[in-house]
């Protein structure tokens, strides 16, 4: 069986009930082209203008929200001024290097987390989400 991730880029778009129009194609190229990453808008909307892809920063936005809806990426609220998009959709948490703005994936074999709260009546958890924050030593 394919799976999604080793479809052609138009493939997988149409699969998530999004049609592959040039910008959203150009830039799931760009996205998915390095293996699990993480990126923020602006730093995809860089990579795009780098590569000669006529995007504007809205566009980015807009269609890493698409992405996001369809299930193909999933944001990550690290800090209140910066929203990452993660192209590894697997459950998974997060090291969130302070002042460097770097986020790198937690093996999630290492975490286990239990005792998780009953959800309200009609609700199920999603994920959960863990972001350890991390500095580097003092002394």
């Known amino acids: 069986m394919t799976h999604a991730h080793e479809m052609p880029i138009e493939e997988r ?3 998530c009930g999004l049609r592959p129009t040039r910008q959203r194609v150009a830039l799931a190229d760009l996205l998915f082209a390095k293996g699990d990453r993480h990126l923020t808008v602006e730093e995809l909307h860089e990579e795009a203008v780098t590569a000669g892809v006529p995007v504007s920063l ?3 936005y807009n269609t890493l929200h698409q992405f996001t809806e369809a299930g193909m990426i999933r944001v990550l609220a ?3 001024s910066k929203t990452y998009f993660d192209t590894n959709v697997s459950d998974h948490h997060h090291f969130f290097v302070e002042g460097e ?7 999630v ?9 009953e959800p309200p009546e009609g609700m199920e958890i999603a994920h959960v989400d863990v972001i350890i924050r991390l500095r580097p030593r003092k002394g």
């Not at 703005?101 to 093996?107: A, G, S, Y």
């Open 13 to 15: 778009l149409r699969h």
């Open 109 to 117: 074999s290492n975490i286990e987390i239990g005792n998780l709260p």
């Open 101 to 107: 703005n770097h986020v790198l994936d937690i093996p």
């Open 58 to 60: 809205a566009t980015v």
């Open 78 to 80: 690290v800090e209140s």
